[in-house]
């Protein structure tokens, strides 16, 4: 095989081949290559660990179509870097999986690259999308930007369901997210003995013993500016709260769904990809404490509709995993 | 305290909750009436007051008259440092003292009255989230306004804000307060927004609203509720208040239902 010969050997640069810089020390995770992007040729670049845009794989000339892919118009690749999934969910991360639902129901065709313990990549503000020259990363505007891009999952909504749409968004990042952060990232059973090595086994060492932490950092410093009391930021007093709130809010969305399949009639929405995104994690998800679980598991119908998505929507990546 | 043990009536799972009879709100009523002198506590509201604190103050006066209880308004300077949650406004009723518009309409309920006690709970659930859309966009908006926009900051608000102090506590306290805020901000994902991305923000909030209106004179029936009275207190605020740039209230006069609803809104208030 051509790539073999060429990794860990120094060549003198010329079009359409490799060039390899060995940067660094190469003691743990398999080999650290720094390459020159521009000199990749597109049949080696997967080896090598990133993917070429569009642009780029035409710009290499000699292999044009070999990937089956002939000349002619084609849609921007978009590619979404988000966090991976485990307990039957395609992503655990709340933020990741809003994008990933919105992206099945209104048939975006997204490269999801999930983040592993490799070099490559970024891992902060995740989820990303990067399509050509735009980098779009908060799950609000990444909808915007698929909506733009005419993948939109609410063209048969009425103004008024979208007006809707708005204002139960608000409520779920208002009541809901803060108790799905402490469940992950606060309450100290669950971070220790599930996210934390979750999170962990999937970034390199040594980020991993400093990311998780600071992600959690972050989850509490939200919890503790939007439901704390100044000056004295105390936890305890607003713990209680949140998990109040948060299954109020259950209860309201329970209400709201009632026996439909979707919250706006038989094709899901905007709405469905957050309500599915924050309360799937904490539907499947196993954690020692798991008082928020037990609620949620008693509003069957949420959970037939987090079950009916996975079913419907993700069922390629429920078989493998 | 162990989150999961506390108990509250909403934290059952069962849907429906029954309606209050009259006997008992009238019991309610009967037992803790509504005292002459309760009284509603504010920043001065010529020299100190701030625009999302107005509206806040507005939304509960507004909600208050609604629900015909007679309240004062009483302005202090130190209104801030008074509230048990040290957000203003706040209220001093009989022996209790209750801020922020939230729990107070819960102890209204509690006293026995209640402007949404007709609604089902479809449209219980509808106004709640309703409520958060304008305070997670409205309220959010009108704090990056005032403090993290340098040109409102430097103008009017620190200047606002530290008016009664005498120098350099008012300067002090200023610049605590705003970095405060900004950590808020940055915290909540609004750090790194541009003042054209936040009132984008406030149009597409402005313009749910306005769908959600409709023809109807208020949100939900033919009553006002308590999200007509918040809705109010932020609009009415943002129209009549002059600040450097005049964008914010730029956005609102092409919605002509929201300008009758907000001319509904001032008779309450018999402005």
Known sequence: MADKSFVGGIREPRQGLV????????????????????????????????????????????????????????????????????????????????????????????????????????????????????????????LNFLRKQKYNADYQLSAKQGADTLAYIA???????????????IENDNYFTVTKPWFASRIPFPLSLILPGRMSKRALNRILLTKGEPPHYHLKEVEAQIYRDAKECLNLLSNRLGTSQFFFGNTPTTLDAYVFGFVAPLYKVHFPKVQLQEHVKQLSNLCRFCDDILSCYFRISLADG | MDPGRVSHPMSSPSPCSKAETDEEIAFRRATEPWPEDATLYQQLKGEQILLSDNASSLAVQAFLQMCELPIKVVCRANAEYMSPSGKVPFIHVGNQVVSELGPIVQFVKAKGHSLSDGLDEVQKAEMKAYMELVNNMLLTAELYLQWCDEATVGEITHSR????????????????????????????????????????????????????????????????????????????????????????????PGEKRKTTYFVLGSEWLHL
Request: glycine fraction near 12%.
């Open chain 1, 171 to 185: 409520l779920l990042e208002e009541k809901l997210l803060p108790a799905v952060l402490h469940t992950f990232w």
């Open chain 2, 161 to 252: 804000y530290g008016f009664p102090y005498p120098w350099p506590l008012n300067h002090i306290l200023a610049y605590q307060k705003q970095w405060e805020v900004k950590r808020k901000m940055k915290a909540i994902g609004w750090g790194n927004k541009t003042l054209d991305q936040v009132l984008e923000d406030v149009d597409q909030c402005c313009q749910a609203l306005s769908q959600r209106l409709g023809t109807q004179p208020y949100f939900f029936n033919k009553q006002p509720t308590e999200l007509d009275a918040l809705v109010f207190g932020h609009l009415f605020t943002i129209l009549t208040t002059q600040l450097t740039s005049d964008e914010l209230s730029d956005k609102e």
């Open chain 1, 19 to 142: 060039r390899v810089i060995r940067r660094g020390r190469s003691g743990w995770g398999g080999g650290r290559v720094a390459l020159e992007r521009s000199e990749v040729s597109p049949k080696l670049a997967p080896h090598f660990g990133f993917r070429l845009s569009e642009a780029e794989r035409r710009g290499g000339g000699h292999f044009r179509g070999t990937r089956g892919r002939g000349g002619g118009k084609m849609a921007a690749p978009l590619e979404l870097r988000c966090w991976g999934g485990g307990w039957g969910l395609p992503s655990v991360h709340s933020e990741s999986l809003v994008v990933l639902a919105y992206a099945k129901f209104s048939g975006a065709p997204l490269k999801v690259s999930v983040i592993d313990n490799t070099w490559r990549g970024s891992r902060g503000d995740v989820p990303i999308l990067t399509s050509e020259d735009n980098i779009v990363s908060q799950p609000a505007k990444i």
